[in-house]
T-cell receptor, first 115, second 112 residues
């Protein structure tokens, strides 16, 4: 399966800890997007990255959240000092290029639970 | 702010019947729309897309209709099967950005 791979699938953290979510895009895709989903809701855009560049982070909270997509390795969404409100499913999507009007393909998400 | 929304939160359909899932959008500048299917515990799965220079697009058992005059999008599923049971989201490409704006979803329940 050459789809978008996310890990871990489930992550449990206590308040104040750090959460790291990883995403490997589809083969040949150089654009990565992170979305967040609360139960019974649609996905909300967080950040759009290309290799080594953040293109659009308009959906990212100003504090505690950061994202990167290094030259080598997966994209990482990092949440510092987690709080209960961070509990959600976090989805990563990828697309082949910077051309608009191409479908984004999603992974199966990381479900983050904060105790 | 502008958003994409759905009229019906839950739709129950008998197996074999056709399903129609509706979506209203408010951003007249949107020019690309996608329908996704999301099963429990999984990520959104691409179904079909349509650009604003088209009114209709067909796939295997699915058809998307776009009415730009009233800013309405619909997904038609022919001969609905139990495996079609899921939550369906419409999403739009917002402005010049590449991010997608999702609606809140419609749950499709297929009864035997």
């Amino acid at each position: 399966n050459a789809g978008v791979m996310q890990n871990p699938r489930h992550l449990v953290r206590r308040r104040g800890q750090e959460a790291r979510l990883r995403c490997s895009p589809m083969k040949g895709h150089s654009h990565v997007y992170w979305y967040r989903q609360l139960p019974e809701e649609g996905l909300k855009f967080m950040v759009y990255l290309q290799k080594e560049n953040i293109i659009d982070e308009s959906g990212m909270p100003k504090e505690r959240f950061s994202a990167e997509f290094p030259k080598e390795g997966p994209s990482i969404l990092r949440i510092q000092q987690v709080v209960r409100g961070d509990s959600a499913a976090y989805f990563c999507a990828s697309s082949p290029g910077g051309v608009r009007n191409q479908p984004q393909h999603f992974g199966d998400g990381t479900r983050l639970s904060i105790l | 702010g502008e958003s994409v929304g759905l009229h019906l939160p839950t739709l129950s359909v008998q197996e074999g019947d056709n399903s129609i899932i509706n979506c209203a959008y408010s951003n007249s500048a949107s020019d690309y729309f996608i329908w996704y299917k999301q099963e429990s515990g999984k990520g959104p799965q691409f179904i079909i897309d349509i650009r604003s220079n088209m009114d209709k697009r067909q796939g295997q058992r699915v058809t998307v209709l776009l009415n730009k005059t009233v800013k309405h999008l619909s997904l038609q599923i022919a001969a609905t099967q139990p495996g079609d049971s899921a939550v369906y989201f419409c999403a739009e490409n917002t402005g010049t950005a590449s991010k997608l704006t999702f609606g809140t979803g419609t749950r499709l329940q297929v009864t035997l």
